[in-house]
C-alpha cells in the first residue's frame, strides 16, 4: 500500500478527507498542527478521528503560531466574529495552511510518500486564499521544486478531494464512507469538552451543510441553534 500523509484537524472536513484517502487504499499518515488555536477540542477530535480510522502513526506537531498572532484564532484580544464578515474574516491565520503543508511535504519526504491529502474546500468556505485551486496547485509546483525526492525523480502530489464540493456534498460523502461527524469539532470557540457556539462563521456552514444534507448535525450545541 502506497502512504499518505493526511492533514487532520479535527473537523468534518479533514474527517471526511482522511476517509476518502483510507477509501483510495492509501496507508493513511496523520498530521494536527497544534498551533495556538483557541479551539482546543479539536485537538482531541483529531485524535478520535485517527483511532476511528486506524491511521497508521497519528502525530501531532506543536507549533506555537500565538507569537505573530494576527488571527482571532491565535489572539484571544481578537473576537471571533458572530455575524458574516466581508472579504477574508478575523479567523483566517496567517499563512497556515502553507505552514502545515511544509511540515506535511516535511514527513512525507521522510516518509517515502508521495502523497499529501488537505481538506481544503474553495466552495462553502469563508473566504481564505490558502483554500483556492489556484494556491494548491501553486504549492504542489513548489514542492515539486524544493524536495530531494521530487529532484530526484518521485513526483509529490498536494491532492484536495473536495476543493470543489459543497458543505453538504461533503458531508454526504464523508457519510457514506462511515465518518461518524459526533467525534467531529467545527465550531472556531468551542469548550473544552467540544461543545459549539452555533453562531460563528464554522458552526453557520456546519448546520446549513447537514440541512442542505438532510442529515441531523450530531454535533453538541451550547444552546439549540
Known amino acids: ?125 469563508s473566504g481564505y486564499p490558502d483554500c483556492r485551486p489556484e494556491y494548491i496547485a501553486a504549492y504542489e509546483t513548489l514542492a515539486n521544486l524544493a524536495t530531494k525526492a521530487a529532484v530526484e525523480g518521485c513526483k509529490l502530489s498536494i491532492h484536495a478531494p473536495l476543493i470543489a464540493l459543497s458543505k453538504a456534498e461533503i458531508i454526504r460523502r464523508g457519510a457514506a464512507l462511515g465518518v461518524d461527524f459526533a467525534l467531529t469539532v467545527s465550531c472556531y470557540q468551542a469548550s473544552d469538552d467540544g461543545l459549539a457556539c452555533g453562531q460563528c462563521d464554522s458552526c453557520r456552514l456546519r448546520l446549513a451543510g447537514f440541512a442542505a444534507a438532510g442529515l441531523p448535525d450530531p454535533a453538541r450545541y451550547r444552546q439549540a441553534p
Open 1 to 125: 500500500m502506497k502512504k499518505a500523509v493526511v492533514l487532520l484537524s479535527g473537523g468534518l472536513d479533514s474527517a471526511t478527507t482522511l476517509a476518502i484517502t483510507k477509501d483510495r487504499g492509501f496507508q493513511c499518515h496523520a498530521l494536527t498542527v497544534d498551533y495556538g488555536q483557541r479551539h482546543r477540542a479539536e485537538l482531541n477530535a483529531a485524535k478520535r478521528i485517527a483511532k476511528a480510522f486506524q491511521a497508521v502513526e497519528h502525530r501531532i506537531f506543536p507549533l506555537d503560531l500565538t507569537v505573530f498572532g494576527g488571527s482571532a484564532l491565535t489572539d484571544k484580544r481578537i473576537d471571533v466574529p458572530l455575524a458574516p464578515s466581508t472579504g477574508i474574516p478575523p479567523t483566517y491565520v496567517p499563512a497556515r495552511n502553507t505552514i502545515m503543508l511544509s511540515l506535511a511535504l516535511a514527513w512525507a519526504e521522510t516518509l517515502a510518500s508521495n502523497d499529501i491529502f488537505i481538506g481544503a474546500n474553495a466552495v462553502d468556505y
